[in-house]
């Protein structure tokens, strides 16, 4: 989980109402991305949310046989 400093931050991204990377209020950011120092959650659009979070690791897929 990333922890985010507050204080480049402006007070709708602390709150939660702006994207925390873009800015963008509309639609409301869903996808939680961090925390700020005092434990309360950082929000992210989609598009944002993907490019901050780490890929999934992949499924171990079997070799074909000879």
């Given at each position: 989980?990333?922890?985010?400093?507050?204080?480049?931050l402006?007070?709708?991204q602390r709150?939660?109402?702006?994207?925390?990377?873009?800015?963008?209020?509309?639609p409301?950011?869903?996808?939680?991305?961090?925390?700020?120092?005092?434990?309360s959650?950082?929000?992210?659009?989609?598009?944002?949310?993907?490019?901050?979070?780490?890929?999934?690791?992949?499924?171990?897929?079997?070799?074909?046989?000879?």
């Amino acid at each position: 989980m990333l922890t985010f400093d507050p204080e480049g931050l402006s007070l709708a991204q602390r709150d939660g109402d702006a994207c925390v990377v873009c800015h963008k209020r509309w639609p409301r950011p869903r996808v939680r991305v961090g925390k700020l120092p005092d434990n309360s959650s950082v929000l992210a659009c989609t598009e944002c949310a993907e490019a901050l979070l780490p890929a999934p690791m992949a499924t171990v897929v079997a070799f074909p046989s000879r």
